[in-house]
């Protein structure tokens, strides 16, 4: 069976320090990953997204960048955060295909302050 | 870019009764449509999705409706439970290497015993 792991469960960090938020995925080999971002009591929004190691496309710039250094592994990070960035930020796998579901994480809540 | 709206914020029923939410999209080539399903801090939960070649599909107490030429599509819950209780998100994929989900801002739903 197929496990998604994010780390930290939250994390409170002062504005202009740096942040790494990571994501791995067991079970699954060469799965999509993706990163979303729920401002608190919002909707989601995708930011980044990877079909394959290495590579990472950027869906919406909020000054934060994503990292694939493995197949099972997805970091999000920034050299300096922003009192916008504070909510709650999901992993997600698919399988690979063409609109099949998401399997997310239990997410990371950030506070910014 | 697809638009997703969800119409009802918040929804109350009694346990027993059944529960709709409603959501409409815009963009004609989205044809993957998934509900989620969040508790209080912590990450989505999959409930159920619907393909664009069907108008109908139903998983024990869970139906979903999709109404293509009105680019309309609903979660009904029946019998309800206290442990239905959560916000559900709709969601839209309009395709693309991505897959990538628009999702509309959420229903809180609350069965109240």
């Known amino acids: 069976a197929q496990t998604i792991h994010q780390w930290p469960v939250a994390e409170i960090k002062a504005v202009g320090s740096p942040l790494s938020l990571g994501c791995t995925i067991k079970g699954k080999s060469s799965p999509n990953l993706y990163w979303y971002w729920q401002a608190t009591g919002g909707t989601l929004q995708q930011l980044f997204y990877s079909i394959t190691v290495g590579q990472v496309e950027s869906v919406v710039q909020l000054n934060l960048s994503a990292s694939r250094p493995k197949d099972d592994q997805f970091i999000l990070s920034t050299e300096k955060l922003l009192l916008s960035h504070s909510g709650f930020y999901l992993c997600?796998?698919?399988?690979?295909?063409?609109?099949?579901?998401?399997?997310f994480g239990h997410g990371t809540k950030l506070s910014v302050l | 870019g697809e638009k997703v709206e969800q119409h009802e914020s918040t929804l109350s029923v009694r346990e027993g009764d059944s529960a709709v939410i409603n959501c409409t999209y815009t963009?004609?080539?989205?044809?993957?449509f998934p509900w989620y399903k969040q508790e209080a801090g912590k990450g989505l939960h999959f409930v159920i999705d619907?393909?664009?070649?069907?108008d109908r599909k139903q998983s024990q107490r869970l139906i979903v409706l999709l109404d293509k030429k009105a680019k309309r599509f609903s979660l009904h819950i029946t019998a309800t439970q206290p442990e239905d209780s959560a916000i559900y998100f709709c969601?839209?994929?309009?395709?693309?290497?991505?897959?990538?989900?628009?999702f509309g801002k959420g229903t809180k739903l609350s069965v109240k015993s």
């Open positions: 963009d004609t080539a989205s044809s993957y």
């Open positions: 997600a796998w698919s399988p690979g295909h063409l609109n099949e579901r998401l399997f």
């Open positions: 969601a839209a994929s309009s395709g693309g290497s991505n897959a990538k989900l628009t």
């Open positions: 619907i393909r664009s070649n069907v």
